[in-house]
């Protein structure tokens, strides 16, 4: 039987609904993964019947509760201006509605009616944005005017007031995390109220708060009472519009999209609810089978381009070429790839919903794009046709320059063979090996040791193998006190071996370093190509042809150190790829010769990093390309060995007390390490060029996609423009010999990183440039023998906030403008932020430890190109300039390095 109802914003299912406030639906037991129609008609049959949105089950036919009507009331049919609360009493009040859905399956058509009451406002407490005269607010460009609050109903007494940034659901408990305008003073007022029945308040000018999707929280209490200034959300606290924003601030239209970057609206659209705050997550990566939702933020919306119904599409990521054959929306999210495009209600005033789900249980994998059709933009909502074709500058699509979102094989989930897994444990003796890589002798005893998983037909110790041969993984420990460290990452075998890998966890003995760990990597590699060659368990089921190395700690560093012996000492083994977790430098070997992966947490407290010591970043400066770098905020060094984890705090001396609360759970650290090193394995090893998306374009596993990473990742077969490396240092001239020329820039340098900024973890040079107004500019000119940039993907740079200028405000994350311009004169500016953020350094109990750590900016040069209606066209082969253009920040400071054109 088909069930729908109607409820409130704290999901009370409710048949009256006071003016003002938000109509959710929902409904179960309906057909899985169908359309429905939802038509709101008055008592009357001569009354209007309006499509007020088109909404689809999941594949349990469930429909997730969804904004239906938002404001009921407030605005009038046609009208994008809220009215005055009179007008809107005199309108609705007391009125019944009807509301019918209706769904169009093969087995038959179904419908449902559904009657709610408009009821006036008489007592409830109400918090709204608003204007001057008290009408509902819900945008406002910064420098238009100031942000004001409507206080209706409220008692006599104190109030306090906060403006928080936009989380998609609220609950008793939850941290109230006030907004902080740019002058650092915390957006809220405190104030005496005389208990009259509306007041409004001023909170800030727009122009003082930063841009971003907002709510408000206002607190009633009477003088001097001991909970007042509580910092949780309490359960007399009035939210505004619990599940989307209140008030949206936008940049001007100029910030926003450049001066002559075109206007085609990329804004995070897909993502996915989450049943603990924030409580929706805008994510790029959906596992097979997991549901999308849309969630749309109104930011970059320009003024005057709002209708009261949008389509939303889910279409496949396209190319430049093909957009510019056709701007058709092929809509796919129907079962079976088949046309199924939503309607939803937007907000008058700027476009806000509620979470909607788009594409129930997808199957297929690949990259795909979510377009907002806003169609004939009619202002009458009954009125509104879908034109199926992204036209800009009114549409909206979160892909275009980039990938809106991928459906993928995770590689943090559990792969094909999972519950499959089989066991080999061995220990052979042991061997005499260097010790020292200063020649044969001194030598250290290693026992040869090791555990092993692998695909089986069963789980089981030694049992029969699955039909085929797979790649190895050998995976050496670092150094500590337990004799069985070696047990501790077999969370990752397991991991490994249900992806479709033989992989091995092996012993080295307390104490040793890293030549004999290096050497023990080697050593069981021979001993695996001997059990593959004869009769028993592992015959002809290892690929001998694609070996991987990791390692952890000790463990990471002999990754090199192994690569280098496989190929200096002409041993032969095929070690297409290695992985160093949180590695030490004890001796620079350089380059391993191989592609690598390093893996490191900001919360390190072993390999810490106090200066002259040299940390991973210097392994990963110094490895050859390809190389990519993920590092972690809030990882330790210990917890990625389960063996060493449960001691963490007493052994890693330069955690301090005070970066306890930020550090990551132990399940995290494992599903880092499961997450990456699978898909670097399988890139590398089984040949998946998808999933090195994982380091190049920022997409991220779904079990780790609530944690700040910052990934570096860099190509072989460069166009290098500046690498910052010149003898002697000269800030005005690029590695290219062209000239450099800045403009409005408070500083301008070049040295060796650690000269620049005593925070930086890098041992190669950079540029240092820091800014003072939106006037600021950095250009660096490519002379005619390297303009033809045509041949390559990527434009491409390392970047990072220098720790401790007062140029950049704290914790917040950087931004700014990068430009082509041709030798035409044609340019675009595209900003950084569309495809990565360039965070605040991690701050650390220890100041000393606090790391000003590069991460990799890629931008598709598509993104010069491709039809962007008020923008130029690049012409890639006569690229005349790059320019670093800072009209996003008033102030700032960076430092940069490898600037670049890749593939």
Partial sequence: MIRFWLSDENNNSTKVFPIGSTIFIGGQGLHPSTVYDFHLSGESEDDTTTLLARYTTDRHGVMPTTALIPYVGVFKQGDTHAQSEEDAHRESAGRTFMIRAEGNEKSGHDSEELKFTVMPRNSERWIFSCDANGHLQTGIEQGEGPVSIALRNFPAGCVRVYLVPRQFGWRVGDPIEPVATRTGEICRRVFHHDGCAERIVKLAESDEIPAGSYQLIARSFPLGWYEAGETTLLADDVVSDRRFASLVIRLPFSKRFGYDNGVVLTPEIAGRPLAHRPYFRFVNNFPIGTDVYAALDPDALPAGLVGKRAAI?????????????????????????????????????????????????????????????????????QDFVTDGSLDTPLDMIDGYVRVGFYVTDDPSLSGPFVGKIGQHDYALGSIQVPSTDA?????????????????????????????????????????????????????????????????????????????????????????????????????????????????????????????????????????????????????????????????????????????????????????????SFIFVYGATHDQFNTIWAPTFLSVESDIAPSDVPKLISLNDHENVAKGYVTAFMQTHLQGRAEQLEYFSANLRPILVSSLQIHASHQEPGVRLVDNFEQAPHNPNVNTLGGGVTPTSLSTLAENTLRTLDVHSPHVTSGGEIAWQSLSGRYSSQLPGTAKDVSGFAVLAFRVTQKYGSPENPSNLPQDLFVRLTDGGGKSRAIRVSTFTDVPFPYERGFADLIKSALKSVRIPLLSFTIANLGAQDVDLTNVASVSFEFDANSTGHIEIDDIEFTQ
């Avoid at 079976?336 to 939503?342: D, E, I, L, Q, R």
């Avoid at 806000?352 to 990259?367: C, I, M």
């Fill in 439 to 627: 020649g044969l002798t001194p030598t250290d005893t290693l026992p040869i040791t090791a555990t092993v998983r692998y695909p089986a037909q069963s789980s089981g110790i030694d049992a029969a193998f699955a039909p085929g041969s797979f790649p190895l993984v050998v995976i050496m420990h670092g150094n500590s006190g337990y004799d069985n460290s070696y047990l501790g990452y077999n969370y990752l075998l397991d991991h490994l071996a249900s992806h479709g890998f033989v992989a091995m966890s092996i012993y080295a003995p307390v104490g040793v370093m890293i030549e004999t760990r290096a050497r023990a990597t080697l050593a069981h590699i021979g001993i695996m190509a001997q059990n593959n060659a004869n009769p028993g368990l592992f015959q002809g089921h290892i690929d001998m042809n694609h070996i991987g190395i990791a390692g952890h700690s000790r463990g990471g560093e002999a990754v090199v150190r192994a690569a280098r012996i496989n190929a200096s000492e002409g041993l032969g083994w095929n070690i297409q790829a290695g992985v160093s977790i949180a590695p030490t430098d004890y001796f620079h070997y350089g380059d391993p010769g191989i592609p690598l992966l390093v893996i490191y947490g900001s919360n390190d407290g072993d390999v810490a990093g106090t200066w002259p010591d040299r940390t991973c970043f210097n392994i990963y400066d110094e490895a050859g390309r390809p190389r």
């Fill in 313 to 381: 599409y889910v279409i496949r990521h396209e190319t430049a070429a093909q957009w510019s054959v056709s701007s058709a929306l092929n809509d796919i999210s129907g079962p079976g790839m088949t046309s199924a495009p939503k309607i939803v209600p937007i907000v008058p005033g700027c476009v806000n919903w509620n979470t909607t789900l788009v594409w129930p249980n997808p199957q297929v994998a690949g990259k795909y794009d979510i377009a907002i059709d806003f169609g004939n933009n009619a202002a009458n909502p």
